[in-house]
């Protein structure tokens, strides 16, 4: 009888130390689903709400999501990863290369922009100047 128990008991404890690990597992997997959602949101400038407009979910969904609380359905997972331009496998990824060739593209394209938006303003200014307008 004492085996019994004494095995019961190793069995219980295996269990509960399997059960530990699952969770912990979980726990990662949710923490790099939240992390690689802000990382894209940040890249593309986007926030949770707009995000959750893109997705046609709540903001709050995705909030929980971020936060760790809820863990989306797998529609909602497929319509995330393509209203954030990456496939679904690369928000679970510790070092995704598309989600920093993402990054690296919008740099360069902000960077582009920011020049773009400097010359047109410099243009508008150049044509309200004195010299300009004698130029006329």
């Known amino acids: 009888m004492a085996n019994g128990l004494l095995s019961a008991t190793r069995a219980q404890a295996t269990l509960s130390s399997a059960r530990r690990e ?3 597992e979980m726990t990662e997997v949710r923490e790099l689903l939240a992390r690689n959602i802000k ?8 926030s ?5 407009e ?5 903001t709050t969904l995705i909030g ?8 989306p359905s797998a529609e909602n997972l ?5 209203a954030l331009e990456v496939h679904p496998s690369e928000l679970f990824m510790e ?15 902000d960077g582009i922009e920011g020049k773009v938006l400097e010359a047109i ?13 004698r130029r006329r």
């Open 39 to 46: 990382r894209c949101r940040g890249i593309l400038k986007i």
């Open 121 to 133: 303003g410099k243009a508008f200014d150049d044509e309200k100047s004195p010299s300009a307008k």
């Open 78 to 82: 497929d319509r995330i990863a393509s």
């Open 95 to 109: 070092d995704s290369a598309a989600i920093t060739a993402m990054r690296a593209k919008y740099e360069v394209r």
């Open 48 to 52: 949770q709400a707009q995000l959750a």
């Open 54 to 58: 893109r997705v046609g979910c709540s």
């Open 64 to 71: 929980n999501i971020e936060t760790k609380k809820r863990f």
């Open 22 to 24: 699952a969770c912990l």
